[in-house]
């Protein structure tokens, strides 16, 4: 095998099937994976993706028509939304999840039924299940009022408590399901990295960061940075680290610990 045929296979374009059947497209199914794929990766606080032709083209090897083509049917169906902004002014992306799971749910739910018309009395058990099954997820859908912080906080995955974590100690105005979802996508990478730390190391971390005069602005990768510093320094007898400061030493910008007065 050659070297660089070994390379390319490296770099597969990820597509489920189910995907293309449900969407009825192949060059849709193909580019709304790619946006999938980008869409915890954009720096855009709403999710919006650049990406030119070529671009996608380059990675995906979907011609100019392709791409047009698949772009018509995805705003149509509603799974990909499209603005164009910037300068010079380009399309940008973004991908509507929860209506490609309302299209995909469909189309299972359809190759469902078509099961249950070749084998009568199994579909008739397997489709009363599964009813039931979807009217207890709606209900609980239904009952489950709590506002978007509280649901973050008690979700059943630790890096979403985190991001949960996050905006409480920093007063993030989470007040519905959109901004919620785009939060999380946006912090996931840096959510995931701080799993091994308790709640009280990251409570105390994003206290100390606070504190810190340098840092006007930092994000939930700021304190992934500081924590192991925090975090050993706490596992020690003596005063706590309260905040760091910034010096410089021989042209170079570094930071040290400011520990607390006893």
């Given at each position: 095998m050659s070297k660089i045929f070994s390379e390319l296979l490296k770099r597969p374009v990820a597509v489920h099937p189910t995907i293309i059947k449900a969407f009825g497209s192949v060059n849709l199914g193909i580019m709304w994976s790619q946006l999938y794929y980008w869409s915890d990766k954009t720096r855009n606080k709403e999710?919006?993706?650049?990406?030119?032709?070529?671009?996608?083209?380059?990675?995906?090897?979907?011609?100019r028509r392709e791409q047009e083509t698949a772009r018509r049917i995805g705003t149509k169906l509603g799974v990909i939304e499209t603005k164009r902004m910037?300068?010079?002014?380009?399309?940008?992306?973004?991908?509507?999840?929860?209506k490609a799971a309302?299209?995909?749910?469909?189309?299972?739910?359809?190759?469902?039924?078509e099961t249950n018309n070749i084998k009568l009395d199994l579909g008739k058990k397997v489709s009363e299940a599964a009813r039931k099954t979807m009217d207890n997820v709606n209900?609980?859908?239904e009952i489950d009022n709590r506002p978007p912080l509280e649901k973050m906080l008690t979700d059943k995955q630790r890096h979403i408590q985190i991001i949960g974590i996050w905006a409480r100690e920093t007063g993030m105005k989470i007040d519905s399901k959109e901004i919620m979802q785009s939060f999380i996508r946006r912090n996931l990478k840096a959510a995931s990295l701080l799993k091994g730390y308790s709640e009280d190391d990251i409570v105390e971390t994003i206290k100390v960061v606070k504190q810190t005069d340098y840092i006007k602005k930092f994000t939930l990768e700021t304190v992934g940075k500081f924590i192991d510093e925090v975090v050993k320094n706490h596992k020690k007898e003596g005063p706590r680290i309260i905040r760091f400061e910034a010096f410089e030493k021989n042209g170079m910008r570094y930071s040290r610990p400011i520990y607390e007065k006893i």
């Open positions: 999710g919006w993706i650049h990406k030119t032709m070529k671009e996608m083209y380059n990675e995906t090897g979907l011609s910037g300068n010079p002014c380009t399309v940008n992306f973004r991908v509507n999840f929860d309302e299209i995909i749910d469909k189309y299972l739910d359809q190759q469902q039924n209900n609980k859908k």
